[in-house]
């Protein structure tokens, strides 16, 4: 039996101390994943992406991760500019000794989840051939392309260089993968998978580029069960859904006397749906 690193023993105590703390989350729209292999692309969330595709994602799955958080020497540089730069100047000092702390536990933890290393230089090719061998052996793969662009008040703009990836895996394979919207709701506890596009390789690369990531940005579907507030809760919460409902310029429907679904502009909830919902 092969004995087990100090390293792995160490990610799984960490883990299990994640799992433990950190709040339980409810999956909904697992119907809605392909049967084959799909890219899943969710909002970053900070921190609640990454645990929530490691810990609650249904089936077999690999998560794309910066590389610098994999690797010792590169986590603090990487993790002051990503995280904490922003914050008033004054608190530099504090965040900069934060990031060498977090360093060890970083690169421990991402070299032994289930990760893919995101480069950004001419080793990118490496990612590619990492996510297309996953896809290949019938695993998901989950991206969090968010940039730091606001696209509307749910998620932000979409880095869709990842949607390549489509590309390469049809001349490999023949077969055109399904991308999938995922939105991740800590607040609600709740991880929502929403309905799959497949990638069209007789589409100009750019325009399908496009057409994808737009789908993916505007897609999400927010659900919320309001059966076990209290009438007067139910009818503030409602007024303020209407507002940004008015933001996104979308649309609110009842599809049972508890259920409300929210949809941003160009997501669509069809008739056949509202009516299986009644």
């Known amino acids: 039996m092969k004995k087990k ?18 709040p339980k989350m409810t999956v909904e729209g697992t119907e809605n994943l392909p049967a084959d292999a799909c890219i899943v692309v969710g909002n970053h969330t900070q921190m609640n992406g990454p645990i929530c595709g490691e810990l609650y994602f249904p089936g077999k799955r690999k998560t794309w991760c910066a590389h610098q958080m994999m690797y010792l020497k590169e986590v603090p540089a990487y993790a002051f500019e990503d995280f904490w730069s922003g914050k008033p100047k004054w608190t530099h000092p504090f965040y900069r000794l934060l990031s060498y702390i977090i360093a060890p536990i970083a690169a421990c933890v991402f070299q032994n989840a289930y990760t893919i290393p995101v480069f950004r230089d001419n080793r ?22 968010e940039c ?13 260089k990842f949607i390549d990836v489509a590309k390469l895996y049809y001349k490999r394979t023949g077969k055109a993968v399904s991308f999938v919207p995922l939105y991740i709701a800590p607040a609600l506890k709740k991880i929502y998978i929403g309905k799959p596009t497949a990638f069209n390789p007789d589409v100009p690369m750019e325009q399908e580029r496009q057409r994808i990531a737009d789908y993916l940005m505007d897609g999400y579907k927010v659900v919320m069960d309001i059966e076990e507030l209290e009438r007067s809760s139910v009818m503030r919460l409602i007024d303020f859904l209407l507002g940004v409902i008015h933001v996104l310029d979308g649309d609110m429907r009842r599809v049972t006397k508890t259920t409300l679904v929210l949809t941003p502009r160009k997501g669509e909830l069809s008739d056949d749906e509202d009516d299986n919902n009644r």
């Not at 690193?5 to 950190?22: A, D, G, K, M, P």
């Not at 730091?148 to 869709?160: R, S, T």
């Open 5 to 22: 690193s100090l390293s792995y023993i160490c990610f799984r105590v960490i883990r299990f101390l994640v799992w433990l703390f950190y």
């Open 148 to 160: 730091y662009d606001p696209h509307n008040h749910i998620v932000y703009q979409f880095q869709d």
């Open 124 to 145: 990118l090719i490496t990612t590619f051939k990492q996510t297309i061998a996953e896809l290949e052996a019938g695993g998901s793969v989950i991206v969090f392309p």
